[in-house]
C-alpha cells in the first residue's frame, strides 16, 4: 500500500475517535443527552474517508482531504469548547458533516481531474 493511503486512513480514523470522544467523552450540561445517532451523524464523513482512501485510486487527494477536515474538526471544536463566545456555536457541529463531504467530493473530483492531467508512468 501506498504511504499516502495509510496515513489517509489513519486521520480517518483518527477521525472516527474525535467524533466519539466529542459526542460521548466531552464536558456538558447535565440535561444533554449522549447519542449513537449523533456520534453516526458526525463521523459518517470520516469512515467515507476511511472507505473512499482504502478503494480509490487517488489517495493523495484524500490525504489532504482528511488534513483539511481535521482543520475543521479543530475548527469547530475550539468555537464550541475551548473559547466559546455564544451560545449558537454549537450548531456548527449540526453543518459540519456536511462541510465535510463537500470537501471530500472538492477532493475526490481534484484527484480525478489531475490524475487524468498527469501523464502516466511506465
Known sequence: MQGSRIAA???ALIGVAIAAYIEFLSP???N???SFGW???EAGPWV???VLA???PFARALL???IVMLAIEVFAYARVFVAPDGFENAIIYYYKPFY???VIAAGVLAGFLLGRARPKRR
Open 64 to 66: 489532504a482531504v482528511g
Open 39 to 41: 456520534f453516526a451523524y
Open 100 to 102: 465535510d463531504m463537500a
Open 9 to 11: 486512513i489513519v486521520i
Open 28 to 30: 456538558r450540561a447535565a
Open 54 to 56: 482504502l478503494l480509490s
Open 48 to 50: 467515507v474517508l476511511g
Open 32 to 34: 444533554v443527552e449522549r
